[in-house]
């Protein structure tokens, strides 16, 4: 079983910058792809980007496309999301999730999320 816990969200003016973590409790043994996902108020949740633990290799919604960038820290089982130029529209609660697979559609593991907060 792995844990996952968010931190980093806080408050933030319209084209500031925050850094989310994503701690896992364990070693990554059996994960292949970490994701974040957000979700503002009265919306579905959405994906933001994905990041293959083994590669590397990184997929972003065109909505964070240049602005975010994912990445991550085998040693310290660590999943970060860099946040900049950030909008008012970036406003939601934020969600780190870990899948046993490549499949987009697998979530096996998620944290509780951290509110992000950005004002115009």
Not at 88 to 95: F, L, Q, R, S
Request: glycine share 8%; with cysteine.
């Amino acid at each position: 079983q792995v844990q996952l816990v968010e931190s980093g969200g806080g408050l933030v003016q319209a084209g500031g910058s925050l850094r989310l973590s994503c701690t896992a409790s364990s070693r990554m043994f059996n994960i292949y792809t970490m994701r974040w996902f957000r979700q503002a108020p009265g919306k579905e949740r959405e994906f933001v980007a994905a990041i293959n633990w083994i590669t590397s290799i990184t997929i972003y919604a065109d909505s964070v496309k240049g602005r975010f960038t994912i990445s991550r820290d085998n040693a310290k089982n660590t999943l970060y999301l860099q946040m900049n130029s950030l909008k008012a529209e970036d406003t939601a609660v934020y969600y780190c999730a870990a899948s046993r697979t490549t499949s987009p559609t697998q979530n096996d593991y998620w944290g509780q999320g951290t509110q992000v907060t950005v004002s115009s």
